[in-house]
């Protein structure tokens, strides 16, 4: 589904059983904009509508529907596999601490990648382990 309706953040919010605020909270936005993405009638084109999305995803809630708002036929329900998105979350945001450390490693040393294979794996966990601790918390913290 490439948009949400109004409709569906307010009824994905009470599924879930989330006050405005702390939806807000959740997707790191002001609760004005909560409110003005629910009162909206039909479709919302807002920039914030990902982030907002995204949070009632991390939350458990799925969007479906056929794509025309005008059908009233999109809806929310309680996504199957629960689980999935933030497994995909923290899987994300792990590759991408993974990368930006090791593209920072390596331009501080461009031969770390000819180093014994134990020297390697030890530099990169060893670099990485708080790094992906606080990926891993932060994606858990907004799913929570």
Not at 27 to 32: E, I, L, T
Not at 34 to 44: D, F, H, M, Q
Not at 126 to 143: H, I, M, Y
């Given at each position: 589904?490439?948009?949400?309706?109004?409709?569906?953040?307010?009824?994905?919010?009470?599924?879930?059983?989330?006050?405005?605020?702390?939806?807000?909270?959740?997707?790191?936005?002001?609760?004005?904009?909560?409110?003005?993405?629910?009162?909206?009638?039909?479709?919302?084109?807002?920039?914030?509508?990902?982030?907002?999305?995204?949070?009632?995803?991390?939350?458990?809630?799925?969007?479906?529907?056929?794509?025309?708002?005008r059908d009233r036929?999109?809806?929310?329900?309680?996504?199957?596999?629960?689980?999935?998105?933030?497994?995909?979350?923290?899987?994300?945001?792990?590759?991408?601490?993974?990368?930006?450390?090791?593209?920072?490693?390596?331009?501080?040393?461009?031969?770390?990648?000819?180093?014994?294979?134990?020297?390697?794996?030890?530099?990169?966990?060893?670099?990485?382990?708080?790094?992906?601790?606080?990926?891993?918390?932060?994606?858990?913290?907004?799913?929570?």
């Open positions: 589904m490439g948009y949400v309706t109004g409709e569906q953040f307010r009824a994905a919010r009470a599924m879930l059983g989330w006050e405005q605020g702390e939806l807000a909270e959740r997707a790191n936005v002001s609760v004005k904009t909560i409110k003005r993405l629910e009162a909206t009638n039909g479709r919302v084109e807002a920039h914030s509508e990902w982030t907002v999305k995204n949070a009632l995803e991390l939350g458990g809630i799925e969007f479906v529907g056929d794509h025309d708002w036929n999109d809806g929310v329900r309680f996504a199957k596999d629960r689980t999935g998105k933030l497994r995909r979350g923290i899987v994300e945001e792990t590759a991408r601490w993974l990368d930006v450390t090791l593209k920072m490693k390596t331009d501080k040393d461009a031969d770390f990648f000819e180093r014994s294979t134990d020297d390697v794996v030890n530099a990169i966990v060893e670099e990485v382990r708080e790094g992906v601790r606080k990926s891993v918390k932060d994606t858990l913290n907004r799913a929570e």
